[in-house]
């Protein structure tokens, strides 16, 4: 006999390495030109979260997470003006997270306790830019601009398989794509605070993650049906 469905409500973690990028940086008011490099270096995240598992294919979580620190690398090249030198614009700084996820998940079948599945997720992400720098490299001009956050809509869609370690608790292995929308600079202002500038915008960060998950289901373990023998004389 089949053991009946044990489904209801569950509680995750996760942890993982984000691979992130950014389309491009908007730098109104900077001598600016042709981009040359742009990007962040990997980091990691974790994150908690709590679902309901409502049969055998579909479940949902809403979900938590905290983004570490992802180093910046970008600079852009100009060939300058009247009163101006070709040059190299140079960036710095790092840009963190916090996530917020309403998860989707269907699930693919399970084969000697392993399940594959997909999903997609909507929510927000709160994004902060640290420490930002531009140093124009030909007059070793230096400009700094201070942190700064704001919230936008994010959207991820998920790919991975989990393993049932005991009826109750399951270890994922997921790969993620997130969108986490725009994020931008303080005001921009030189080192020696004679002039300023407006902010640098980055549009449409993005991230491939991966990461190792761990959900705990509060349900009672299957259990077969135990009906009474009744011999017959």
């Known amino acids: 006999m089949a053991a009946p469905f044990a489904g209801g409500w569950y509680l995750r973690g996760d942890i993982g390495f984000s691979n992130q990028d950014v389309e491009r940086l908007d730098s109104p008011g900077l001598v600016g030109g042709t981009p040359r490099q742009k990007g962040f270096d990997s980091a990691p995240f974790g994150g908690v979260g709590v679902g309901y598992k409502f049969n055998d294919w579909i479940r949902a979580d809403i979900t938590g997470e905290y983004r570490g620190r992802a180093n910046l690398h970008a600079s852009d090249s ?36 392993f399940t594959p599945f997909v999903g997609g997720g909507v929510g927000f992400a709160h994004n902060t ?31 991975g398989v989990s393993y049932a370690i005991t009826p109750n608790a399951s270890v994922e292995f997921a790969y993620r794509y997130i969108n986490l929308g725009d994020a931008r600079t303080g005001v921009i202002t030189t080192y020696d605070a004679t002039a300023s500038f407006p902010p640098i915008r980055f549009r449409n960060i993005d991230s491939h993650d991966f990461k190792v998950g761990f959900r705990w289901m509060f349900a009672d373990m299957p259990a077969y049906d135990q009906a009474p023998l009744i011999r017959k004389y």
Not at 84 to 113: H, M, R
Not at 138 to 151: C, I, K, M, N
């Open 78 to 113: 100009y060939v300058g003006g009247p009163g101006f030198f070709p040059g190299v614009n140079e960036y710095s700084g790092s840009k963190s997270e916090w996530v917020g996820l309403a998860n989707v998940y269907f699930d693919l079948g399970t084969w000697n306790g």
């Open 129 to 159: 830019i640290h420490n930002f720098r531009d140093t124009n490299v030909p007059v070793l001009g230096v400009a700094f601009a201070p942190d700064h956050s704001e919230t936008n809509f994010a959207w991820a869609v998920h790919a």
